[in-house]
């Protein structure tokens, strides 16, 4: 292990440059011959009923080449699963939220559209609308579907062990209800599309997303294209964060308008339509109730959350799961009983977010302080007590490979000089401690695994093919250090070619953590599969065994000989001219247990990974404003092994301005009627560079056995528990227990306000 | 062979409704973020040196983001080939040719960049010229390039057998010089570079080309980026026909003046810097003198040809070599001495081209009439008695595996009523016979083979990758057609992925007719790969044997049995889900001798397949005007088998509207002082569709036993026979020879005149 040249090192990202100098091709910077300007008409009401949409205005403004409307479509509906099928990705019937899509077109210019998009005509029937989780559920509340008694749009149940049993043999109980807003991802960039249906039925396709391949799938159902027609090409992305999964209506709408047009059709969202027109996370409300032993260890847990879910189901079934499954993870739960509810409201829809079910996290966690309070355990040593360890099966039947939980907690604490610090602070200041895990992967598509392959040049460079997508986390930096460090060959005489549905070969995509296990591991496995080509070739040049040789510096060597070899461009040489030219494949796909489903049956291998996180963070709060200054985080993760140990610090740092500073501080929207108040950066408060406090990033390895170096999912489970750190510090700061996110400062003066009437 | 479904069938191209619609994408339509547009200053003077450039008011120009001059190149020569190195891509030391590049400029507009242009100020010093062989070639006429004497560029010797013996044995000996214009391609695109440099080093380019791999190799020699880094990309081609090869200049300042600006930039030449500043095919002298037996057997040949090949090298051993190579291939010639001089002259870089020496075979092919004429043998017998068959072994050391040329001279005279015709046609009526042959790919690159990749898509479609490029011929056609048929799958449910050197494996270009030899054949290979591991799995569901398995129609069959079996795509499923995803692999490279080289060593196998084709014309000469009706053409083509007969029928038509209709009768350069007079389509001739005469095409199959499914070049040899076939018709008609070309009204009339002289 000792002699990696290039796996485990700190290496600049490949791509740094060009994004640095404006040169990386967003979608919206794309440009083709006879493109159109698109833009979409979105509802101004809540809930209506379309009674009738008159585009001929519009249709007869020079300049307009396409109009579709929901009549274009025939009313199918979409859906991320076949038992959410709830979309009308153009409505026919009535639109459900502010901003969802009504009409659309496309003309010569932007201007051209926007005039023409003033001149459609919309008759609505406007219907009561319901915003919250209470009032979608109230007792005669408006239906938003069809057949959804009290607007429940997901239910999943899970019952594991004696849970009722244990609560009555419990040394104590506790049950605490915890509320939060919905939070959104805000990418660097807007979304954007650009599609073109051409002559021979082929869609090509560009937009940020998480998964080509995946895309590529909706689009040939949605569309009704073959997939070997629908190309999503490869283009740089500003951030996806769990945002630029599913598909969008834009991208059908896109494709619609293409097809009808016949001419390629660019559609750039404003930053009000990505904010409320792609995805956000759900708000939540969480009551859970805990029952422990007298040394505080969690014996029974029964939890149910009722998270909204805005206007349709997205990835419903998914997020309604993941927030119990990462606690499931991270902390030991031997009888548990979860009722998650995903709701129906009239708001936009809500999906998978980089910090799924922050809140929920947030109410274990606190919770678990308050019964380290009350059994005066220290909040880290009930931690170590719960902590889930290698070789654990979990409730819903993971067996969890590998794991250094425990050591993360006790190089956080360290670091953060926990035990000199916690409960030694001035009045006002305070430090927390967070724990959580998250899966490298779960099952999405078929198999959810990754291909690669690697195809040699002339020169002894060789090009990288995968299916694997770069949303900013630095992927394809990490597929090139694979490949380099596996061929012996500098970083710079590979090139990467990826996420390109037509191009590169199958990939799961970047849902779910698992590009750097699968997609790692296929291009492993595929610079091994070369190399050992590459071997026979040489090894018949240099009269040697093929086990003898080693590949280092772009030079094939016999092992433990001479320190020069034969250049690796001399043996593809030889290989091309002997008939052999070299091509590695490689494939590798998660054993997980592929007949576990998310409602049906949780129950099975979901993940063949799971990284844990533990954060702390040491808080000031000024008791006259609320505000609350963050002075230090201490993040330590078990991400398996990092193979680029200034990405995944990269990544802890975006988790905590993410998760903590943003989600936990200052980050939720405003409302009114169903109207977001605060779509735009001006308004909806994301922290600064300038916010954010120092940051201690710690890399525990526990070298997964199966992780590529054993690597697994690296920084989720920061953003994750950096969002419980803040909870718990603030607390510990204020000396009293919030049960509302995010922490505004009228909350936190609220709870220092309310401790001192308790307290006097 | 009967089974086929779709090889050997009347297919449409894949391509036609792109290029119809207008929706193809060439270079000049692409569009890239913060492009930039390039001009180039070229040479008012045919010979001149470069005292100074003074680029300074240029650069002061608002808009104006680059300029280079020779001095930002170090002075650096290029050539095809190590040992002819002759020219700087943008000159240091002085110019040789009018429209040769001396500066060249990038600006945010081409409005800007050619206002740009005219603030450039060069000094000249201009130096005397020679525009034609003569005069180049005069004692103590001015040197083009120094240590060149007598401006003597290139010298191919080949001398096999006793020559002087047997025309000292021969029963009749006869010398012949025929002299000819230069010819240009006129294709419908003119040229056209987009590149973009990048900050990681990366080159990416667009332009018409023949060879995307070999055009790599070239410009990353030239502008030492590593080959990894250069990216020729796919883009549609309007027409190549042999000047599309080579470096040009245009590329190389396209690159550079990306690489300045850090930019992208696009230069699109105008109809006359294509025509000047591409290539051109080569005017040439031949004499020929031949000895024949008293039967008309060619007993000795002796031939001297001067090529005038212009300022620079380009091409030249190559251009120098294929007219002696196509005769010696096509009638037999036991003893030959041939000597090819390619000479420097102050006029345009002359190259390859589709009619390669189309003078040359048309003096060898006119002077076989006459010698038939002498004899009194019918020029259709005395073909037939000098025709090469299968077996023989080449003068220069090929063996020729298949040949059914003596097939193509009887069908063509069949069709043509050959016999009933010749010699009984009306005054001014005449009816002319030519063959040729070519070459079916010689070595260029390393091994000149192909590699190909197919992957199979999720659904059941694949995806063909493949090196080689369509410059408008039917190879993308070609190469789906193949792979369907071998797969079982229709036509539609594959996509091809080409000539990108990046994503596609090596290929040696669409250089000397083999694309669908080398590319054919190793797309025929991954394919079969593909479906060899198809059937393991199918076997496996089927509980069959892999042996007994056929793939027809998108379905796997057990043969003799039901005609339903399982579908493809649910074969391609199950190989996913059990981790073995399809992924074929092929490679081809044609068997040719590798020591074999243009100049020092001309002998070994040149080709492994050599392509045979005859043609007839029947024309009607106006004895007022000098002007030739082409009543009908029969073209008879051995091209081992036809992939696609109507493509194969394509390239006949196209081949005699260049060979003959517009190389025999119209088309010629007309100079002054190194100034081309007619660059352009409305000044030189080309001709039109309402031009063409009746076609009669015919298919001769002669199935070549490494050619894929007998395949080998097609369409190139009735280029060149049609030239020779016009040529003989006219003399037939006119009752007269003529040695001059093109055959003009003029010079038909002049012809006329002088026979009644000599008559008289």
């Not at 009930?382 to 425990?406: E, F, M, W, Y």
């Not at 140990?645 to 929207?669: N, S, Y």
């Not at 700061?733 to 996110?741: F, M, V, Y």
Request: contains cysteine; negative net charge.
């Amino acid at each position: 292990m000792t002699d990696r040249s290039l796996v485990g090192k700190r290496i600049p990202k490949i791509d740094s440059l060009a994004k640095a100098t404006g040169e990386a091709r967003f979608t919206a910077d794309l440009t083709l011959p006879r493109m159109l300007h698109g833009k979409i008409l979105r509802s101004p009401y809540p809930h209506a009923r379309i009674l009738s949409i008159d585009t001929s205005e519009a249709e007869r403004l020079p300049g307009v080449k396409a109009v579709v409307t929901g009549q274009d479509t025939g009313g199918e509906k979409w859906g991320v699963f076949r038992y959410t099928r709830d979309q009308q990705l153009l409505p026919v019937d009535k639109v459900r939220y502010v901003g969802e899509e009504v009409a659309a077109l496309a003309a010569v210019s932007e201007d051209v559209a926007q005039e023409a998009l003033d001149l459609i005509e919309v008759e609505y029937e406007v219907l009561p609308a319901v915003f919250t989780i209470e009032e979608a559920m109230a007792e005669g509340a408006p239906l938003i579907h069809e057949g959804f008694d009290r607007n429940i749009n997901i239910h999943v149940p899970i019952e594991v062990g004696d849970v009722e049993g244990e609560f009555g043999r419990a040394h104590l109980v506790r049950e605490d209800t915890f509320v939060s807003e919905e939070e959104s991802y805000f990418m660097g960039e807007p979304y954007a599309i650009l599609a073109n249906y051409d002559t021979s039925g082929n869609l090509e396709i560009w937009m940020p997303n998480a998964s080509p391949h995946t895309k590529a799938k909706a689009l040939s159902n949605v569309l009704q294209i073959p997939l070997t027609k629908v190309h999503v090409r490869k283009t740089t992305i500003g951030g996806a964060f769990g945002g630029r999964s599913d598909v969008f209506p834009g991208e059908f709408i896109a494709a619609l308008l293409s097809v009808k047009a016949g001419r390629p059709v660019k559609i750039v969202y404003t930053r009000e339509e990505n904010t409320m027109a792609t995805r956000q996370g759900h708000s939540m409300i969480t009551t859970i109730k805990t029952g422990v032993n007298t040394d505080g260890v969690v014996t029974a847990r029964d939890i149910t959350c009722h998270m909204d879910g805005g206007a349709y189901s997205s990835t419903g079934p998914i997020a309604t799961s993941v927030p119990f499954l990462c606690l499931e993870q991270v902390y030991r739960m031997p009888n548990v009983r979860y009722n998650g509810y995903r709701i129906y409201t009239n708001k936009p829809i809500r999906g998978m977010i980089r910090t799924h079910g922050r809140a929920f996290a947030c109410g274990v966690d606190m919770q678990l302080d308050m019964i380290a309070e009350e059994l005066a355990i220290d909040p880290m040593e009930i931690r170590l007590r719960n902590a889930t360890r290698q070789g654990d099966i979990l409730p819903t039947k993971s067996v969890v490979h590998s794991c250094a939980l425990d050591e993360t907690i006790k190089q956080a604490a360290a670091k953060s000089r926990w035990k000199e610090t916690r409960g030694k602070l001035p009045p006002y200041h305070g430090i927390g401690m967070g724990c959580n895990s998250v899966q490298t992967g779960f099952p999405l598509g078929i198999r959810g695994g990754s291909q690669a392959l690697i195809k040699f040049n002339e020169d002894g460079g060789a090009t990288v093919i995968s299916g694997v997508v770069d949303t900013g986390q630095g992927n394809d930096n990490m597929l090139i250090q694979i490949a380099a460090e596996e061929l012996g060959l500098p970083m710079e005489d590979l090139r990467l070619i990826s996420a390109d549905t037509e191009v590169t070969p199958t990939d799961a995509g970047c849902y779910s953590m698992v590009s750097t296990f699968a997609g790692g591991n296929a291009v492993r496995l595929a610079a091994q599969d070369a190399q050992r080509q590459l071997f026979e070739v040489a090894a018949e040049m240099m009269g040697a065994e093929v086990e003898d040789l080693v590949a280092r510096d772009g030079q094939i060597l016999i092992e433990g000989e001479s320190p020069t070899g034969i250049p690796i461009r001399k043996v593809i040489r030889k290989a091309l001219i002997q008939d052999t030219p070299i091509m590695g494949r490689g494939h590798y796909a998660p054993h997980v247990d592929h007949s576990r489903e998310w409602i049906k049956n949780p129950l099975g291998q979901l993940s063949e990974a799971f990284s844990f996180g533990t954060t702390v963070a040491e808080v000031e709060v000024d008791p006259e404003t609320g505000q609350v200054k963050v002075l230090e985080v201490t993040a330590a993760q078990d991400c398996g092994f990092a193979i680029n140990p200034t990405v995944v610090e990269g990544q802890f740092e975006g988790g905590i301005a993410m998760g903590g500073q943003g989600g936990v501080l200052t980050e939720g929207h405003q409302w009114s009627g169903g109207h977001m108040l605060n779509p735009t950066y001006r308004e909806y408060k994301m922290p600064l560079a300038c916010d954010m406090p120092q940051i201690n990033p710690m890399i525990v390895e526990s070298l997964d056995p199966n992780g590529p170096y054993g690597a697994k999912e690296a920084g989720m489970s920061i953003a994750m528990s950096a969002a419980q750190a803040y909870c718990n510090a603030i607390c510990n700061a204020i000396g009293t227990w919030i049960h509302e996110l995010p922490f505004t400062p009228e909350t936190i003066l609220g709870a220092i306000e309310n401790k001192k009437k308790k307290d006097a």
